[in-house]
């Protein structure tokens, strides 16, 4: 591959970060983290439900939506 290749005259290929969008984003996910981590030391004697609350961390930085409903639903019956 030559080295100019993206070397075209009026294309901009670069990719515009959002700083805001960035910290919103980032506020929230340690937000839930944090609610998570309360729960687990609130159920610091019940390994299930530990047990449960990790998995819902762990499926937190992979799909975060999903952690929100799980850690609703967690929630709900507790």
Avoid at 16 to 28: G, L, V
Avoid at 37 to 65: G, P
């Amino acid at each position: 591959m030559k080295p100019d290749v993206w070397d075209v005259e009026g294309i901009d290929f670069s990719i515009p970060f959002n700083e805001k969008k960035y910290e919103n984003d980032r506020q929230e996910l340690n937000k839930i983290y944090a609610e998570i981590h309360n729960l687990k030391m609130q159920y610091k004697n019940n390994n299930s439900k530990k047990a449960e609350l990790e998995e819902i961390k762990i499926i937190l930085h992979h799909n975060r939506d999903m952690a929100k409903e799980m850690l609703a639903a967690f929630k709900s019956k507790n």
